[in-house]
């Protein structure tokens, strides 16, 4: 379909809300439910509350958000609390049924905004710092998605949506119920949604009561910022004065789009209305803008490659006077994620994973030293710097959902404690790191798990943990999904190998992936389940393997190779067919530069080895029961590959169900599904891998 925007100016103008409606409904809050046998289930991993990052005022007040999920009502909810930066004084400010997210403070303290619901779309609110006094103060006829206030708090950008296709309407005027979706190129399709409006800036004057003089700053332009399906207000930074707002933006469309990663800084000038591109000749993504608080220089993340998303990620800095680029971590062989300014302006604090956790890091601009601020066997999550020099972040493991804690001087101190009484109530699992040979001479750092009092004497059914992405970091994460000490607590050892093409261990590890689909990552998982397999406490006949996306691939793959050593499979939104998966997906560069090109290139060796250790392939091999789980909303991973590989175990007599969900993408979100996905995980697993099966409770 031909790529244009159709105005709409007038729609899209913001304005005070009058006579709008908050959203109406039971209130979703902390139900006190507490477990009673002290197993760690489905119900108690739905039970946890989800805590936000915190926000930090002027005076030292901690703004931060807490979501619970109602299995019941089949959704969750958000509200906002306050505390004292030392953690004490905690108070709910809001209690109402439409979530309120993304809050910030404004006004020097004195205010909050935040978003919630108005009608049913997304808006901009603004209240009192005690919470009193809510009012709307956008009207965005599609909603907003996000905003961020320039540092007088007299301009706010705002995330707002533009109509970006023709619908059938649109060319025939008489057929105003006709469905078709006439398509002439690429980028049609986004991970869970038909591409029919883009993300757009819009820029308005906000005089502390109404948002006016709204403007698109890239009306009439037919690309997206912030960038789909992740991109958000952390693709937005304005100058200290309020002169100028950076915002990232991949200015292609159609194939152009598809092929490419190369996204741009683009500086707005608010007062002339003209565009300049900061990264002209940055050939990967750029991202995650921010000025330093004394307005000399722009920091940002940026890779090098195009077409290659996964790629190192750098951290620039760029003299605002001088327009000179400075690669920091020339020296530095890891890939960063997350970027927040120092108080002095003469260093960055980053977010960064190595060595199988995620750790914080200062790096010096002066001299480009990297320093660690705090680690741990943890990953930690967000960055609010003080003015003191120490800061506030969230954190979590394997065993523990997110909290908000103070890191100063190496003292780190826990603030928040909104899942402590669950976790007192419940035994956890524990966590041990080892280090596994592989089969071309290396260490791999391998997560095991183990149940809650496990018995060394015993032997434990195990699982093989196998990671999507496929260059994701196999960490501390704590999974609402794939969690693994909620697998350990249903019994079983779980094996998470920090295999080949995961971040975290320098760039050759992570880049050795691509290309190499079948190949050395897959001698690493199996040398990590036959090094387990050497312990006495490991049942070698009663090992199974799981995982989602490329963790699926890895599934599929494992079932014509394993050569026995598995006797259950379950594969959630996997990759069963390569050639399919080719030509199905929508970011075609993640399917050239992972698999090497296209499958019809007989000239290409990368790309041909790819194809041929396509899962599909190997089908006559299959002999152990296989669990298959998929999302019809998932445009990225096609349903039809779980459907395929369905079809091709109960043609070959493998013994196999399949777990559709016709209203799920590339994740299962809705609470409901969530805890049937967990309870037939559990079921499959329990069914194959345990002599005699336990009453399932999850």
Known sequence: MKKTIIPMAIAMLATSCSGTSEEKGEIIDKTGWMPSDRQYTSEVLEAFGRVGAPVVSPDGKVLYSVSFESVE????????????????????????????????????????????????????????????NRTAVSNVENGISGFLFSPDGSKVVMIGSVKFSRDAKDIYPDLPDATGKLIDDLMYKHWDEWVTEIPHPLIGDFNGKDITNVKDIMEDEPFESPMKPFGSIESFAWSPDGS????????????????????????????????????????????????????????????EHDGYESDKNRIFIMNVETSEKTDLTTDWDYTADAIAWAAD??????????????????????????????????????????????????????????????????????????????????????????????????????????????????????????????????????????????????????????????????????????????????????????????????????????????????????????????????????????????????????????????????????????????PHRFVDKWDTPILITHGEYDFRILASQGMMAFNAARLRGVPAEMLIFPDENHWILKPQNSVMWQRVFFRWLDKWLKDEPAKNKN
């Open 345 to 614: 302006s003469k260093s960055i604090y980053f977010i960064a994973p190595k060595d199988g956790v995620t750790p914080i890091f200062n790096i010096n601009l002066s001299n480009k030293e990297v320093k660690v601020i705090a680690d741990g066997v943890f990953d930690y999550q967000s960055l609010a710097p003080l003015a003191d020099g120490s800061l506030l972040t969230m954190r979590h493991s394997m065993v523990q959902p997110n909290e908000i804690y103070s890191v100063n001087n190496g003292e780190i101190k826990q603030l928040t404690d909104v899942n402590n009484a669950i976790l007192e109530a419940i035994d956890m699992p524990t966590v041990e790191k080892r280090l596994v040979p592989t089969t071309d001479g290396k260490l791999m750092t391998t997560w095991v798990v183990y149940p809650p009092n496990f018995d060394p004497t015993k032997k434990y059914p195990s699982l093989l943990y196998c990671q999507g992405g496929p260059q994701s970091a196999v960490s501390q994460f704590f999974s609402y999904r794939w969690n693994l000490a909620l697998m350990a607590a249903n019994g079983y050892i779980v094996i998470a190998p920090n295999r080949r093409g995961v971040p975290g261990f320098g760039t050759e590890w992570n880049a050795q992936i691509s290309g190499d689909y079948g190949g050395q990552n897959m001698r690493d998982y199996l040398s990590a389940v036959d090094d387990m397999k050497k312990e006495a406490y490991i049942d070698a006949a009663r090992i199974g393997a799981v995982g989602a996306s490329y963790g699926g691939f890895s599934v599929y793959w494992l079932a014509g190779h394993h050569e026995g050593r598995f006797a259950a499979f379950i594969a959630h939104a996997g990759i069963f067919n390569t050639e399919a998966q080719y030509l199905e997906t929508e970011e075609m560069w993640f399917a050239n530069w992972d698999l090497g090109g296209p499958f019809w290139d007989k000239s290409n060796a990368i790309a041909q080895n790819s194809f041929a250790n396509s």
């Open 73 to 132: 009502q089949n959704k969750s909810n958000a509200d906002l609390y306050v505390m004292n930066i030392d953690g004490t004084e905690k108070t709910k400010l809001t209690s109402t049924p439409g979530s309120e997210s993304d809050a910030v403070w404004i006004e020097n303290g004195k205010r909050i905004a935040f978003m919630s619901p108005v009608d049913g779309k997304t808006q901009l609110w603004v209240m009192n710092a005690d919470g009193s």
């Open 244 to 303: 100028k707002l950076i915002y990232v933006s991949r200015k292609k469309t159609g194939m152009e789009y598809a092929l490419s990663t190369n996204s741009d800084l683009y500086v707005y000038d608010i007062e002339s209305g003209s565009t300049s591109n900061m990264t002209e000749g940055m050939m990967g993504y750029d991202t995650a803008p921010a000025y330093s608080p004394d307005g000399k220089y722009i920091a940002w993340l940026s890779m």
